[in-house]
């Protein structure tokens, strides 16, 4: 008899006060042990209908990631924790053909970088084979950081590698030899073009002086002329001649001290001659060189200064930076227009100047090219209202040398607001004089 | 060490299913089907019969009764010991620390000098067992093995309750010390359920209340695993236990099993913790393994002369093997002896000691079998 029924029996003879059991009582047991039967059997089905399911679910990760580790643009490998390789894609059988043959599951480690050895460039320093082959196993045990080896065909290959859970070890191999090729390429390329740069610089220091010392006798020699210190001229025209010789000399000089001037800054060589100076007598000045220009273009020129302020600055630097934007702002203002020049005492204590047009304005995406050495010219402004491009970037410098520094705010049509500031360290809100 | 067994039926009453002679008990164990004692009449007949013993107990999702599975009944087994002391403890989960502060205060109310080991039970609804055990052995330390069960109440996981020297109540726990030379205590704990799929990573979770594996509703996995059978959650969820160990130690693993599920978060809760990042694998049974399996925890539990054997085992087994088991009461008999008497209960947790650790924990799913001799 089957054990389940047996048992039951014995259980219905105990539970029944004479020990006997009836048909009925057998015939309901019987009935039990098959209903549990074909219960058992319910639950066996559903749980090969799981197992399947599953099953094909493994069988899926495993497919992604075996179609993953193909299809990688890297070498990949896993090594056991015996350091045998389980599995590897063929992109590092390519990067290592030297070990092409020897890759299949269940090779060991140790044995190729030995099959390698031969073929090694250099790897942290190790001249020798045998300490290759030592150093590249014992760090393929214990990984840090990822490092790259130089075979001898002078290829470059860079290699990941970390330790897995149970105890093996994964790793990734990218030949790196073309971007290695680039980056040497892009650093030769950056070293060459700081050389030539520095030479331009040199450059210019140097022909600016070789120019500068012929224009001093043109405008010397032309301000003799035009106060007819050696007698009348003749032909008033003599006069007008020698009047505009001396107005285009002085003019070459100021784009010739710029171009002096911004070459010393990029080269790292201007240095300052500081004093305390009357910002608003420094201002007054600057206007009153301007005034003829601003009226002859049809302006109106307003000052609003704060008082008595002195500042620690350049006098010839401060004063340029000034004519700069205010000649700027004449420059770009229509006939019609005004300029305002106004001088105050920031929230921190510093002083800003701020020269505000009525003038075309600048689109944004235009002012770091305007805050750029010579970039006024690609923005084409030259040509229709002259110059180089300098006054804006040769201001910022001096302001920046200064510790301060330059703002544009500008609307396209309706004007441009320039203000310079330099912080409070270099301001005196008393009455302090350059002596 | 002499034994005395009854079973209590409706219908025969009190019945003596095995004796070693008259007795003076120092010890009654009882493992009680929910219901039959709610009117406190069957703790009152044990307290007459057994007058001078501790009576120790609580209710399960099934009564084992030598090598007999039964419902609805109760067994008691009184125990005379010729040599072996006893001290107890026992507290409420309402106190501080929730359950391990409960597993702090059981340890602390039994004498250190002499114990040999602890049996536990516990309330198996309302208690963490794996802060449980951990609240006993900070105090204990991991010299004295600690086993025992949580309480059951079927298959329902409504109430479960508790008891020594009264009637059982729901929410307490209890602690039995053995003390001095002489007594031996073996131990083991056997699972058998095989692993089924792919292994999943615990990715939401708080405490005991598992809500994602793989980022995808656990709910929703443990609905397609039971399939017919998804109807009948909580309870048919004991037919999955979920295995699962910190990320990298597979052998860490322990079984988990759920005790309950809040539909409207989708949390399943375990009876013990789950934690976030850990690798989970579900589990089936399969028959003949489950069998296999509990002669396995006999084998490990095997010691010489054992009188008695305190079978705690899963519910979670008892519906799956259906009719079927007593086999695997009837293999861990094959594997004692007939000399050593089975007494214990289907429970909502299992309390032992780790292999090849001396930390204790909370299993689930596992025939967990404490041996018990005298020099």
């Known amino acids: 008899m089957h054990r389940l029924l047996e048992r039951q029996l014995a259980r219905a003879r105990r539970d029944t006060p004479d020990g006997e059991t009836d048909l009925e009582t057998l015939l309901a047991l019987v009935d039990a042990a098959y209903l549990e039967f074909d219960r058992q059997r319910r639950v066996l089905a559903h749980t090969q209908e799981i197992m399947r399911d599953e099953y094909g679910l493994i069988n899926a990760g495993l497919s992604r990631l075996r179609d993953a580790i193909t299809q990688m643009g890297a070498g990949f490998a896993i090594w056991d924790s015996n350091d045998r390789l389980v599995l590897c894609n063929a992109l590092l059988r390519e990067i290592l053909p030297q070990n092409a043959e020897l890759l299949r599951p269940g090779v060991a480690f140790a044995d190729c970088i030995v099959n390698m050895a031969p073929h090694f460039g250099s ?54 030899t073309e971007s290695k090729r680039a980056e040497g390429e892009l650093r030769r390329a950056k070293e060459a ?74 080269a790292g060589k201007f240095e ?41 600055c350049e006098r010839r630097a401060l004063r340029q930076v000034l004519l700069n934007l205010i000649g700027n702002a004449i420059k770009f203002t229509p006939a019609g227009g005004r300029v305002d020049i106004a001088a105050k005492v920031t929230a921190d204590g510093g002083v800003a100047v701020a020269v505000a047009d009525t003038g075309v304005g600048i689109a944004p995406q235009n002012i770091p090219l305007a805050l750029m050495p010579f970039g006024q010219i690609e923005l084409t402004l030259s040509r229709a209202h002259g110059g180089v491009g300098l006054g804006l970037p040769l201001s910022q410098r001096l302001a920046e040398l200064h510790g301060g520094h330059l703002e544009i705010a500008s609307t396209v049509g309706s004007g441009t607001t320039v203000s310079v500031t330099l912080p409070p360290e270099r301001v005196s809100r008393s009455a302090l004089r350059s002596a | 060490m002499r034994i005395e067994q009854r079973v209590w039926r409706i219908g025969t009453g009190w019945r003596v299913a095995a004796s070693d002679g008259a007795l003076a008990p120092a010890l009654v164990l009882f493992f009680a089907a929910p219901g039959t004692l709610d009117d406190g009449k069957r703790f009152a007949e044990l307290r007459a019969l057994y007058p001078a013993a501790a009576i120790l107990g609580c209710t399960t999702g099934g009564e084992i009764a030598d090598v007999d599975v039964l419902d609805g009944a109760i067994v008691a087994t009184a125990i005379e010991f010729a040599h072996t002391r006893l001290a107890f403890a026992e507290t409420t989960i309402e106190g501080d620390g929730g359950s391990a502060g409960a597993g702090r205060r059981l340890a602390g109310g039994l004498p250190r000098v002499g114990l040999r080991g602890v049996f536990v039970l516990s309330d198996g609804t309302h208690v963490n067992g794996t802060d449980l055990v951990a609240g006993i052995q900070k105090v204990l330390g991991p010299d004295i093995a ?24 729901p929410g307490r726990l209890a602690a039995l010390g053995f003390y001095g030379d002489e007594v031996c205590l073996g131990f083991g704990s056997f699972g058998g359920w095989d692993t089924v799929g792919p292994e999943r990573v615990i990715t939401r979770a708080q405490g005991t209340v598992l809500y994602e594996l793989d980022d995808q509703p656990a709910l929703a996995l443990y609905r397609k695993y039971l399939g017919p059978e998804a109807d009948n959650l909580p309870a048919s969820a004991l037919l999955c236990p979920l295995r699962i160990h910190p990320p990298g130690k597979p052998e860490a693993a322990l079984v988990r099993t759920v005790i309950g599920v809040d539909n409207a978060s989708g949390g399943m809760v375990f009876a013990g913790s789950v934690p976030e990042g850990y690798v989970a694998q579900l589990m089936l049974g399969h028959f003949d393994n489950l069998i296999a399996g509990a002669g396995r925890a006999a084998e490990r539990a095997a010691i010489p002369q054992a009188r008695l054997a305190i079978l705690v085992s899963c519910i979670g087994r008892k519906l799956l093997l259906g009719q079927q088991i007593a086999d695997e009461v009837e293999a861990v008999k094959s594997v004692l002896g007939a000399a050593c008497k089975l007494t214990g209960f289907y429970s909502y947790g299992e309390i032992a000691p780790l292999e090849n650790s001396p930390f204790c924990d909370l299993h689930n799913q596992t025939m967990t079998i404490t041996t018990i001799a005298e020099a």
């Not at chain 1, 700081?194 to 405008?219: C, D, G, Q, V, Y």
């Not at chain 1, 000052?303 to 620690?312: D, E, I, P």
């Open chain 1, 193 to 266: 073009a700081e050389s030539a740069n520095r030479s331009k610089s040199l450059f210019l220091a140097n022909m600016s002086h070789e120019l500068r010392t012929p224009l001093n006798a043109i405008i010397g020699f032309s301000e003799i002329m035009q106060g007819e210190m050696m007698g009348p001229l003749g032909d008033r025209r003599y006069l007008t001649y020698a009047h505009d010789i001396h107005d285009a000399g002085a003019h070459l000089l100021e784009i010739i001290n710029d171009i002096l001037d911004m070459s010393k800054i990029e």
């Open chain 1, 272 to 312: 300052l001659d500081a004093e305390w100076v009357d910002l608003g007598e420094l201002i007054d000045g600057v206007v009153n060189m301007v005034r003829a220009r601003a009226h002859e273009a049809g302006l109106t020129l307003h000052v609003a200064a704060a008082g008595l302020l002195s500042v620690f």
């Open chain 2, 146 to 169: 600690v086993t025992g069960g949580l309480a059951g109440d079927g298959a329902r996981f409504v109430s479960t309750r508790v008891g020594l020297n009264a009637n059982p109540v």
């Open chain 1, 123 to 176: 790897f942290g320093g190790a001249e020798k084979v045998n300490d290759w082959v030592t150093k590249r196993v014992a760090l393929h045990r214990d990984p840090a950081d990822p490092f790259e080896i130089t075979l001898a065909d002078n290829r470059h290959v860079r290699i990941w590698e970390a330790k897995t859970s149970e105890g093996g070890i994964v790793g990734v191999y990218i030949d790196v």
